[in-house]
């Protein structure tokens, strides 16, 4: 039964990362156009794209979190395990689950302030005033969601630890 549901996650996990490639390809349209329409003097059409950098600041925050939890699962994230293989397989494997158990916690109350920071956004009806006028909660919005997402992936790392031999993570990059 966990192993489906940590498949079926893993699957929603390929799609957010997928979203996230979707967003790239976006972003990488939008600067492209706003650099043709500033080299280009097409009558008709405006020079330049005025809300194109403030558009993919926000893409970039949205690549980076549609894409953290699949890359998570992956064992793709920063990890610095020299100190893990050169110590004993087993505190090796403790190691890792004080590591787990700590990124968790992190989530979780990542996830909690940062839906307080929303809601308290969205209640007082802050604004970003920029070039464009937005709600200053849809920016806020994203980053709950993903650490919820992050504390489930962390969960299945734990399972998934639970399962393995005892000893460093093999299903993670590596600096040896």
Wanted: net charge neutral; with cysteine; aromatic share 10%.
């Amino acid at each position: 039964m966990i192993d489906q549901l940590s498949s079926a996650y893993g699957r929603f996990l390929s799609g957010l990362a997928l979203v996230g490639c979707a967003i790239l390809l976006a972003m990488m349209l939008i600067i492209v156009g706003d650099v043709a329409l500033r080299n280009l003097a097409i009558p008709g059409l405006p020079q330049g794209l005025a809300w194109s950098n403030e558009i993919s600041e926000l893409m970039l925050y949205l690549i980076t979190m549609s894409v953290a939890p699949w890359l998570l699962r992956q064992g793709q994230h920063i990890r610095v395990d020299i100190v893990l293989l050169a110590l004993p397989r087993r505190l090796a494997w403790y190691l890792e689950w004080v590591g787990d158990l700590t990124g968790l916690a992190c989530c979780v109350v990542i996830a909690w302030f940062g839906t307080q920071a929303a809601w308290s956004s969205y209640m007082s009806g802050a604004v970003n005033i920029k070039t464009l006028v937005t709600p200053e909660w849809w920016s806020l919005a994203p980053l709950p969601l993903v650490f919820v997402l992050l504390g489930i992936e962390m969960i299945f790392r734990m399972v998934r630890l639970q399962g393995a031999e005892r000893g460093p993570r093999k299903d993670a990059v590596s600096t040896a």
